[in-house]
Antibody, heavy 116, light 108 residues
Framework: DVQLVESGGGLVQPGGSLRLSCAVSGLTFTNYWMTWVRQAPGKGLEWVAN????????YYVDSVKGRFTISRDNAKNSLSLQMNSLRADDTAIYYC?????????WGQGTLVTVSS | EIVMTQSPATLSVSPGERVTLSCRASQSVSSNLAWYQQKPGQAPRLLIYGASTRAPGIPARFSGSGSGTEFTLTISSLQSEDFAIYYC??????????FGQGTKLEIK
């Protein structure tokens, strides 16, 4: 079975940093784009960033450009999201998902709370 | 950025009923549209992609149609496990990929 397991969420003060990880198993990681999607409490889904199979292409939603960095370690089947200069409106559950155009499957998510 | 608009926001239906959810794009997305189901406390699950292709393991009671700017997700006979929030997502013009705001199916 394909499994995606996020970790690294928590409570952070505005302006702080956090690094999320997504451990992937059950698939050939190097064959797939990977994506981060977030969901603010009680709100809808927002695509955040994605990365090509070899890491050579990365894309971001405008609201996180210059603050977030997506990366991957193909040797460890791992996806990461480095989040700097965090703001209150970054508070959300962050999901990693396989895929470039459509996203399937998704991990269970990790909650990031930005608050003083 | 393409704006996706879903209607209605909430739909109250009874088990066994047929239901149709709508999704409209602010400009054509061809058939590059997906539908997801999200149950409380769970991650979204892909139901439909390419506007009408069911993802593996998705029951046949789920069907998608449409192209261009108008799309529908139909559930032919609602089961208790289908009460959830449904999101559409376009992947024709990216970045960014954009989702609709969701339609919540609740029990009447």
């Amino acid at each position: 079975d394909v499994q995606l397991v996020e970790s690294g969420g928590g409570l952070v003060q505005p302006g702080g940093s956090l690094r999320l990880s997504c451990a992937v198993s059950g698939l050939t990681f190097t064959n797939y784009w990977m994506t981060w999607v977030r969901q603010a409490p009680g709100k809808g889904l927002e695509w955040v960033a994605n990365i090509k199979e070899d890491g050579s292409e990365k894309y971001y939603v405008d609201s996180v450009k210059g603050r977030f960095t997506i990366s991957r370690d193909n040797a460890k089947n791992s996806l990461s999201l480095q989040m700097n200069s965090l703001r209150a409106d970054d508070t959300a559950i962050y999901y990693c998902a396989r895929g470039w155009l459509k996203f399937d499957p998704w991990g269970q998510g990790t909650l990031v709370t930005v608050s003083s | 950025e393409i704006v996706m608009t879903q209607s209605p926001a909430t739909l109250s239906v009874s088990p066994g009923e047929r239901v149709t959810l709508s999704c409209r794009a602010s400009q054509s997305v061809s058939s590059n549209l997906a539908w997801y189901q999200q149950k409380p406390g769970q991650a979204p699950r892909l139901l439909i992609y390419g506007a009408s292709t069911r993802a593996p393991g998705i029951p046949a009671r789920f069907s998608g149609s449409g192209s261009g700017t108008e799309f529908t997700l139909t559930i032919s006979s609602l089961q208790s496990e289908d009460f959830a929030i449904y999101y559409c997502q376009q992947y024709n013009n990216w970045p960014p990929y954009t989702f609709g705001q969701g339609t919540k199916l609740e029990i009447k």
